[in-house]
């Protein structure tokens, strides 16, 4: 499947009925376990006044706590329009939709239209894409100073679990998919950016990193 036609599919797969749930679920109990990992990360690392890039960014569950923790200003780009009408509906509700733009679409396609900003996210984006050297490529270019990413495991559990699921959504006729792809690989790509490694963090399933740029990195 190219990246177009899973983008499609993650528009279809992310619906309205997803969405709500997610923004009830946010709303309710704050961000999930890795992405409260991730947040931190990013806040101790210091976003008074920076610019946030979430990329493939759901309900802005980052986009909205990193302008509570003081960021200036959001771009979301989500390939679910479902998702980002979420966002928004949040946004309004805590009156901060004048620092929000959101996007939708497949971010590769989009970078050249989406400005730098100075901490880049995608949390558990890099497993819905298949082409993961082109999508850490363009995501990290635009990071001029932190980027954060949460990414599966490579274990076998893990990929037995993705096998489980993208059989179901074939049986669902669900054009969905998952992927997993090597550790190794996605911080070989992420370093090819001219980042580094600030923290990283590797629970039973998840791995939350967050990278940074040097002074001298272009």
């Known amino acids: 499947m190219n990246c177009c036609a899973h983008c499609s599919a993650i528009d279809a797969t992310f619906d309205r009925r997803v969405a709500g749930r997610d923004l009830k679920r946010y709303r309710r109990k704050g961000p999930d376990r890795s992405t409260r990992t991730l947040v931190a990360a990013i806040r101790e690392a210091g976003v008074a006044g920076a610019t946030v890039l979430d990329v493939g960014g759901g309900v802005g569950a980052i986009t909205h706590e990193l302008l509570a923790g003081g960021a200036a200003r959001a771009t979301l780009v989500d390939a679910s329009a479902s998702y980002l009408a979420a ?3 949040e946004a309004e509700r805590r009156q901060t939709t004048a620092q929000i733009e959101v996007r939708q679409g497949d971010f590769v396609a989009l970078a050249a239209e989406v400005p730098p900003a100075d901490v880049v996210t995608l949390d558990r984006v890099i497993c819905c894409y298949p082409d993961m050297e082109s999508l850490v490529a363009a995501s990290a270019g635009h990071a001029r100073r932190l980027y954060g990413a949460v990414y599966p495991r490579d274990g076998w559990w893990i990929r037995l679990a993705a096998s489980t699921m993208n059989m179901a959504c074939r049986l669902r006729r669900t054009a969905f998919r998952g992927y997993i792809f090597s550790n190794a690989a996605i911080d070989a790509a992420v370093r090819r950016a001219g980042l580094t490694p600030r923290s990283r963090r ?12 040097s002074a001298t990195s272009p």
């Open 87 to 89: 966002a928004r509906e």
């Open 202 to 213: 590797r629970g039973l399933v998840w791995v939350v990193a967050l990278y940074e740029r």
